[in-house]
């Protein structure tokens, strides 16, 4: 199992910044490598991908982001994060941190383990 707690998420003006934070632990057994990702939701729409990092230091950057935000790990620490500059009001959701034992799945909904969400909201 996967325990994911996110951190880092509050309040900012548009072309502000934030740094959300994802403290992963593991218990019983797990596999070696995992992909790690960042999803948001906001209210009324559907849940999207944001960022992911592979194993191997693959990264992946939805098109609204990039360029703005970036996903890192500490794999020291077991921490994931997500800097975000030049926020939007559009980047207002709720931020969730998930894992996945491999290879990044293609759809959210085949992540295995997920945080309870950090709420950004950006005000214009």
């Known amino acids: 199992q996967v325990q994911l707690a996110e951190s880092g998420g509050g309040s900012v003006r548009a072309g502000g910044s934030l740094r959300l934070t994802c403290a992963a632990s593991?218990?019983?057994?797990?596999?070696?490598?995992?992909?790690m990702g960042w999803f948001r939701q906001a209210p009324g729409k559907e849940r999207e991908a944001v960022a992911s990092?592979?194993?191997?230091?693959?990264?992946r950057y939805a098109d609204s982001v990039q360029g703005r935000f970036t996903i890192s790990q500490d794999d020291a620490k077991n921490t994931l994060y997500l800097q975000m500059y030049l926020l939007k009001p559009e980047d207002t959701a709720l931020y969730y941190c998930?894992?996945?034992?491999?290879?990044?799945?293609?759809?959210?909904?085949?992540?295995?383990?997920w945080g309870q969400g950090t709420q950004v909201t950006v005000s214009s």
């Open positions: 998930a894992a996945d034992p491999g290879r990044c799945p293609p759809r959210g909904e085949e992540w295995m383990f």
């Open positions: 593991r218990t019983g057994y797990f596999y070696n490598n995992y992909c």
């Open positions: 990092i592979e194993f191997d230091g693959e990264l």
